[in-house]
């Protein structure tokens, strides 16, 4: 199953980061974009109504004549260079002014930017106008050249996009950093609980005084690993005891069994007897078998790891198991490269295989195959098959459940713990058991990782 990286608080607070770096760079810009515009335009409004009072006092005085010498003193001693100015009558012939033509102006606007061409120069400026109407017909535009601010703003809008498009690049990096910083700081913690699941309860976070959440974090896994170990060192003491409690009577029970079976004569009591005595054998194989579960599940045996040659440990196991696969009619073979070494718990994997060769003799069919073949991490994966029914893909799940039977598939008295031992010791070599089709048949494959033996 694909999980959505959406899933992931990772993925999902560098997004966060991006994005509101993203929403501030283009606030940012978009902010200056916008007073420097209200600014550019605020002052040659400001221009534009000192020129137009200054004319308007003019005309007062003087009239329109009066009012045509003004524009043209202004323009022949070129006192304002930015000015626009244009008079004209109420026919719209021009009386003065340094612009070729009336502008169109917009309705309901007061100011009008067009572009207007000034005599004397090849190329319409831009220009911020007003028009004001004079009693008689005549027309007064007064403004202000806008055409540097304008060039200015293009400028700036061209220099806006490359800082937004410099500022995805500061905020994908600064996504990258921020996540990469939370990771580090998780990194130890992470590290040491995945060292501690696969077996190493001395493992503890390294101590971090940064007095954040992260170091409070570490201080309570460290708590928690403290408390852990406790409770397993406990838990050991209790597994033995009670391997030491329950061996003892049932002991002295397969003793008085075997006396009476001495002793009885008679052919019913006789059979009675036996059956105890195959009980009480049972009886204490189940025991041992729960316990070396529970030992396995906890870690426990990993000081006992030594290097062993794996192949020779297969065929170990073959040659122990021939004569009865051969009663049994069938074969037993072994598929594995020679002189394949790794540290493993050779007691435990001895009855963990032989568990399932047990099972491939009880309820399978065929040849019985052991194979061994190599990871890529120094690992290795263990199988054993037969060509037998198998396990239907619905009943995998429940055949690995400690005291899970087949009842409906498979007959015999096992307890249905030998699958779970099975699992448990490919746990405590940091690994998985499979069921899948052999095709015909069924192979159990134990997946070995290379685990450091504890000191």
């Known amino acids: 199953m694909i999980r959505s990286p959406w899933r992931s608080t990772t993925f999902r607070f560098a997004a966060l980061v991006f994005l ?22 605020s002052e040659a409004i400001a221009i534009a109504e000192t020129l137009r009072d200054d004319l308007m006092t003019t005309y007062e005085e003087g009239g329109v004549p009066g009012l045509q010498n003004a524009i043209q003193m202004r323009l022949s001693r070129r006192i304002e260079r930015r000015a626009v100015l244009l008079l004209a009558d109420a026919k719209g012939k021009i009386i003065a002014g340094n612009i070729n033509a009336m502008p169109r102006f917009i309705p ?18 831009a220009m911020l106008v007003e028009q004001t109407r004079l009693p008689g017909g005549a027309v007064l535009v007064t403004g202000t050249i806008v055409e540097s601010q304008l060039q200015f703003l293009i400028l700036l809008e061209r220099a806006s996009m490359t800082a937004l498009g410099l500022s995805f690049l500061f905020a994908a990096f600064a996504a990258f950093i921020s996540t990469q910083l939370i990771l580090h700081r998780l990194g130890a913690t992470i590290g040491t609980l995945g060292r501690v699941r696969e077996g190493d309860l001395l493992q503890r976070v390294p101590r971090d005084d940064a007095g954040d959440a992260f170091a409070h974090l570490s201080d309570e896994v460290n708590r928690t690993l403290d408390r852990l170990a406790a409770l397993n060192a406990e838990l050991k003491i209790a597994t033995d005891g009670l391997a030491h409690d329950l061996k003892s009577p049932l002991t002295r029970l397969r003793s008085a069994l075997d006396r009476a079976a001495r002793q009885v004569t008679e052919p019913a009591a ?5 059956l105890a005595l195959a009980e009480s054998e049972r009886l204490m194989a189940m025991i041992e078998t729960a316990l070396s579960i529970t030992r396995a599940e906890a870690g426990m045996g990993r000081e006992s790891f030594a290097s062993i040659d794996l192949s020779e440990m297969l065929e170990t196991i073959a040659e122990i198991y021939a004569p009865l696969v051969e009663d049994a009619g069938r074969a ?15 007691q435990l994997m001895d009855q963990a295989i032989g568990n399932l060769v047990d099972n ?17 991490g120094g690992g290795a994966t263990i199988g054993v098959a037969d060509e037998g029914p198998g396990i239907a893909p619905g009943q995998r799940a429940h055949a690995l459940q400690r005291f ?17 031992l099975v699992q448990a010791v490919a746990h405590l070599h940091g690994g998985v058991v499979k069921l899948r089709d052999a095709e015909p048949g069924l192979e159990v494959a134990i997946t070995l990782a290379l685990v450091t033996p504890a000191r």
């Open 20 to 41: 509101l770096q993203i929403l501030t760079a283009v606030a940012l810009l978009f902010a200056v974009g916008v007073l420097l515009r209200a600014q550019g335009r």
């Open 108 to 125: 309901r606007e007061r100011y009008t930017q067009a572009k207007l061409l000034r005599p004397g120069h090849l190329a319409p400026e």
């Open 270 to 274: 006789a059979a009675s007897v036996d």
């Open 332 to 346: 037993i073979v072994v598929d594995a490269p020679a002189g394949f070494v790794m540290p493993v718990h050779r």
């Open 360 to 376: 491939a003799i009880k309820y399978g069919g065929g040849t019985i195959t052991l194979s061994l073949e190599p990871s890529v």
């Open 404 to 420: 899970g039977r087949l009842d409906e598939a498979r007959g015999g008295s096992g307890a249905g713990l030998g699958l779970s």
